[in-house]
């Protein structure tokens, strides 16, 4: 516990140039195949970060705009191209010739350090909206890493899905 706190420290100190968005959805109310929700949350994920983002001024425009996402993730090459192509219509109509999206590649989370800290918020934020009866040591790891990190929970709508959407902001 003692190097996963001091892992938590240093990526604290680093949050100026972190943010941290995490869509959690209840499988039960939605109508939709896990593969469509998927591909529509990271839709609005990216759309609307990028509105927050520059809104906020933590970028600045023109930017472009390459993704990368864990290669787990249940999207293939078709829908990775079908939510480019929404993106790019997405930052078009929001930021018209200020915003494009190149690339969204996939990547193995042994690779990328980076993808591993979103696998660990992930998990983190599973075991705190799916607790189990009795709590265990990956319990106190996640409240550890919520809040370490400032991370908070709140539930909302997202327009076009028939779910209701837990963000961590």
Known sequence: MATLLEYLDTIQAHREFLSFKLIAFERARTRRSIEEVVAKLHEHMLSQGLRHEVENRRVALPRD??????EEQSLDGIALAEMKNTLA???????P?????SEIATISSRKSPLVQLADLIAGAANRRLNPQPERNHKDEMADAVLERLGL????????GLDAAAMFVL
């Open 65 to 70: 705009v390459r993704v990368t996402l864990d």
């Open 89 to 95: 219509a997405h930052f078009q109509r929001d930021f």
């Open 97 to 101: 010739e200020q915003a494009t999206i």
């Open 152 to 159: 908070v929970m709140r539930q909302d709508e997202i327009p």
